[in-house]
Each structure stands twice: as C-alpha cells, then as structure tokens.
C-alpha cells in the first residue's frame, strides 16, 4: 500500500497518463505522395550540409550517406577483430576480409523482452557465440536492457552482474520526482521524459544520467543500435522518413542516409544530449500511437494505489469505464467524450486512495481536489457538442480545457509548500499540457528546412521530431541491418513481441520490397504456424540477402499447444507491474533453453555464413581481375 503524498500523487500521475491517452491530438497526418530519389549503393558521394537553426553560430552539420560513418567503421574493425578470434575458436574458417557480419535484433515486449534479451544474450555468451556478433540493435524493452548493459563498458563479459540488476533495490520516488521536476524544465520536455523515468526506474531499476554518445566503444562489446521512428510521417508519410536510427557515433534517418552526430541530437541549439532516461521513454513509448493506446491498458493500474482486487474498488473496474469508444477516434465530440470518461473514473480513483492513506492533510487535498473536478469536469458532452460544426467543437473543446485547467491551478497555490504542492503543480502546469497535445519524443530537428527537395515535408517542415518506438512499425529492429551499409550475412532475430508468430517478418519483407532491399524468401505454409510456432525457423539468404535465424520466445519446445502458448504471453503481458523473482527466473530459463537447444544449429548458420562471404569475395575478385584484364587489352 502506498503511503503518504507520494503515493497518492504517484497514482494520480499514472492514472491521468493513463486515461487521457487516447484523447490526444493527432499530428498532422494530411497525405503526402512526395518520393525521395537518393543515389543507390555504397557508392553514394558523401557529403556534409548546414541546416537552418535559430542560433546561426551553432548550426549542426549533416552528413548525407548510405555508408558507414568513420567512427562506425574504425569500431566495426576493431570488433571484427573480437569476432574472428571467436569464430576462430568455434571452427568457422574466416579472415578478417571473409567474416561474416552477425547482428542479434532484440524485439519490443516490454519488460518481457527487457528480462528476454538479457537471458538470451547470456546463455549465447555462455556457449561461446557472444563474441562473434558485431551489431546488436534494440527496440523498446531490448533497447532498455540494451541502455543497461552499455553503462558497463565490459558487459559481455559481466552478465550475470547485469541480470542481477534487475532484481536489486529500486530508485526512491523522491529520487524519481526530482529527475522529473529538473527534465520538466527544458524546452524538449514531453511525455516520453515520464515514460523514460517509469520504465527506468520501475522496471530497469535504474536512474541512468549518461548520454550515448559517452558510450565506450572500443570493440569489446558489439556494436548498438537504437531505434526509432518520426511520428510526424508515420500514418501517410513516405517509408523513407520514418525509421530512425541511434547509434553512439551517429543518428539519423536510416533509409534518407541523413544523419547528425548523436551529440548533438535533442537540443541542437543548446549542447544538451539527451541522457539514457529520455532514451528509453522515446524508444519504448508504445503508447505514443493513438491506437496502440486504445489497444493497451495495464493491469498494475489496480496495484499501485495498494487496494484490494474487490468488486467494490478494483482500478481496472473503473478505468474500463471509458475503455468502450471506439478503435478510432474521429471527431473532437468523441475526444471530449475519452476526457469526462477520464475524469469521471479519477474521482473514483482519488476515493480509493482515500481508503489508503491515514494523512489527514492528504485526506484535506483529496476532499477539495474532488470538489473542483465535480464544479469543473461534471460536463454534458453530448448535449454540448450534438449538432454544432467542427470549427465550433474545436472551440468549445479549447474552452472546455482552459476550463478545466484554471480552478486545478488555482486550487495547487492554495496548497502549502512541500511536495504535495511541487508534485500537484508539475501534473497541472507541465504534464496535463503535454496530454492534451499527446506530445512524445520532442527532439530539434536537424533537418528543418534542410535545403534538398529530396527529404518528405514531414521531415522538413516539422521545427520539431517526434520520435517513438519503432515497435508500431516493425517490432524487430530490422531496417537498420538490410542492404549493403553494414552488409550483414546473418540476422539472428529474438521475438519476444505480443503480436502473432511471424508478424514481424511480413512486416519487415514488405518494407524491404517498398524500398527494394535484399530480404530472404519466406514459405507461407510456414506461416500457418503462427499460432503454435517451433523455437527456430532458419530463412535463407541469397546473393546479398542475409539469411534470417528466428527464434520466438513461446513455442512448441515449451508450450503443449497453442493454448499454452496463449496463455504464456498473457501471464508475461507488456503491461503489469515489474516481475516478482519467480517470474522473472521462469522467463529467463525459458530463453536460455531456447538458446542452449538450438546452439548448434546456430553454429551451423554461422559457418554457412562465412562460406557465403567467401563465395562472394571471389566472385568480387574473379570481376575486378577480369575488368583490369579487359581494360589492360585495349588499345
């Protein structure tokens, strides 16, 4: 049970997150047909532009290029040094110019991917794979651990270290607030800096104030790749300005080729890079997509004011008072609608704390605050809104929430100093706000008003990013590792995700044939194994398609049927509070097992990897002699 002004004030916060989710205001998703025309391959000219900025004297250069940056590069050398002494060991017979490239992807799940990809990345460390993998790329919960593992500059050889973080003491609310109530303040605030501090800090178990860009990058570990993707062009943008990369060197749009130096990304103007807290809230913010907000509702909702599961006062009875509008929201009427259902449960809500606290200064502020949203919030929305215009419900909507707002701040400076009254005046003034909008991922845009035709309006007319989980998009970090950039043989991809079986790889195919890169042959009689998949499908690479080596995480090795396998990923849902040891050792096992049974089919891949670089790099060599043999003839 929570106690005291930090417990009611910590459930109030969750609960206005929460419920006011899907009322947010959507971006500008008007269409737009414009297409891009970049230089194909490896051979594109690199080149370095300055974009507009606010301060002229700090202006961001811009490096355009589908090749690697020269920091990634003298990394990947250096890793690749790791790697062949490792594949070495294991038998794969390799040399530096024939290694073969290996990516493990971790997929999004929440804490069930974050708790996945640890188990996943240790037994691999265990069996001796660990070191043969170049890139590790992350989105949501994998791009958590993965935040975790890099604040130690040795952490593939230290995992047992960094599981046990997991389960070790938590950060306190007071230090949680104080990190919220100092993020609060810069210019980029949104409400992916909430997301970030409840995922770290609840989950993770972790306040991490580095920055990537600090990240040690000698070739020990392999090398991380973030992910993201650019709200603004995400419903009817084009492909190429959604995926968003982040790497210690570099971040940028993977399929523009346009990226900026990760130091300077957040607050170009100001120097500030984003600390690993923010990081997390923008690449896990699931619920930043509108529709992903009206699909997902936690359970722990009912657990953090410590009240019991009754008829009488069960959170989620409440909540789901306003879960039944629709899939869509499609009118300013049905907004206002989602925000009194809202409002109307939070009344409820601030009742059950009441039954959890003794304080009576708390019980005097829940008893004034609850008279407030009666006067203020108790509205009609359909008599108000039943026959008027758009432009009109617009406006009554504007004025329903100055409404709304003014007697809650008024009501805040009544409150005596103390953190009842910081907590209460941070929710009012900063994060109501940011509701209303639905702000997430708020990051400078280095390509506002870049000056080339070539990159989407949704790009470049927007001041701002909004960069959210790319797990909306494709749940499996794929787009950075296809095509010739960083030229990976083998793609080892975890799926700890909630969706079905194989959704990931459809998703990934098709945006691989929008954009004509290279992406295996996928049988669709596999496909009819969704629902009670195998722990390993194998998808072989051709010419320059990498071979893809897929591993959901419930499967027949582990499941009877696809009951269990149904009911596994319901009891391991995204949203719920942070796993108990028990839970968290069940899913850790499981992944291990997975890994440890199919070691040598691993193994296998690898090797037939490295046959595949070597078949290519005399194929190369065969067409550059015989070119020098042509040219050398003539006259």
């Known amino acids: 049970m929570l106690c005291g002004a930090a417990g009611w004030t910590l459930v109030l916060f969750w609960t206005c997150f929460e419920m006011l989710g899907t009322s947010g205001q959507p971006v500008d998703n008007r269409e737009d047909n414009s297409t891009i025309s970049l230089e194909s391959g490896g051979s594109v000219k690199e080149e370095r532009k300055e974009t507009s900025a606010k301060n002229n004297s700090m202006k961001p250069l ?235 509702l936690p359970d722990w909702l009912k657990d953090v004011s410590g009240a019991a599961a009754t008829d009488e006062n069960n959170l989620l009875d409440v909540v789901f008072l306003w879960t039944e509008a629709p899939q869509q929201v499609k009118s300013s009427w049905q907004v206002l609608d989602h925000y009194m259902r809202g409002y109307h449960s939070l009344l409820k809500i601030t009742e059950l704390i009441r039954k959890n606290t003794d304080d009576p200064a708390v019980k005097s502020d829940l008893d004034e605050l609850q008279k407030i949203m009666r006067e203020n919030m108790n509205l009609n929305p359909t008599a108000w809104f039943g026959k008027k215009s758009p432009e009109q419900r617009k406006l009554i909507l504007e004025q329903w929430g100055q409404k709304m707002l003014e007697p809650l701040k008024n009501w805040t400076q009544s409150l005596k100093e103390g953190p009842v009254k910081d907590t209460v005046s941070l929710l009012v003034n900063k994060i109501f706000p940011l509701i209303g909008k639905w702000e997430w991922g708020t990051t400078e845009n280095f390509l506002h008003k870049y000056p080339d035709a070539a990159v989407p309006p949704c790009v470049r007319q927007k001041e701002h990013l909004q960069l959210i989980d790319a797990g909306v998009m494709i749940n499996v970090p794929f787009p950075p590792f296809l095509g010739e950039k960083r030229d990976v043989d083998l793609l080892i991809a975890l799926d700890y995700g909630a969706d079905k079986t194989f959704t990931t790889l459809t998703q990934a195919r098709d945006y691989a044939a929008e954009l004509k890169k290279p992406f295996p042959e996928i049988d669709e009689e596999v496909l009819e194994e969704r629902d009670w998949p195998k722990d390993l499908y194998v998808f072989e690479g051709t010419e320059k398609a990498p071979t893809i080596v897929y591993m959901p995480l419930f499967n027949r090795n582990n499941c009877r049927d696809a009951e269990e396998v149904e009911a596994k990923m319901e009891e391991f849902a995204t949203f719920q509070l942070p796993f108990g040891g028990k839970k968290m050792q069940f899913l850790l096992e499981t992944v291990k097992e997975n890994m440890r049974k199919n070691r040598e089919v691993l193994l296998r891949e690898i090797n037939k990897a490295a046959e595949r670089k070597r078949e290519r790099r005399r194929s190369s060599n065969v067409k550059t002699l015989n070119f020098k043999q042509f040219t050398s003839r003539r006259p």
């Open 62 to 296: 811009v490096r355009r290029s589908q090749s690697l940056s020269a920091a990634e590069k003298e990394f990947t050398l250096n890793r690749k040094k790791v790697s062949l002494k490792s594949l070495n060991n294991l038998g794969v017979k390799c040399s530096l110019n024939t290694l073969p490239h290996i990516a493990v992807l971790g997929s999004g799940g929440g804490q069930r991917a974050a708790v996945g990809l640890l188990g996943s990345l240790h037994q691999m460390e265990k069996d001796g794979l660990l070191d043969s993998v170049l890139y590790l790329g992350g989105v949501s919960g994998s791009a958590w651990s993965m935040s975790l593992l890099y604040s130690d500059p040795e952490w593939s050889k230290n995992l047992d270290r960094a599981v046990s973080k997991l389960s070790g003491p938590g950060i306190s609310p007071e230090k949680a607030l104080s990190w919220l109530d100092g993020v609060a303040k810069d210019e980029h605030f949104s409400l992916s800096d909430i997301w970030g501090l409840m995922t770290s800090a609840g989950i993770m178990n972790q306040l991490d104030l580095r920055r990537l860009s600090e990240d040690s990058m000698s070739g020990f570990n392999p090398y991380p790749v973030y992910n993201a993707v650019n709200k603004n062009c995400l419903k009817q943008g084009p492909e190429k300005g959604k995926w968003f990369e982040m790497t210690p060197h570099e971040s940028g749009f993977t399929d523009l080729g346009l990226f900026v130096n990760t130091s300077h990304l957040s607050s170009i103007h100001h120097g500030s890079e984003m600390d690993m807290v923010r990081l997390q809230g923008i690449v896990g913010s699931n619920v930043a997509d509108e529709q992903k907000m009206v699909d997902y």
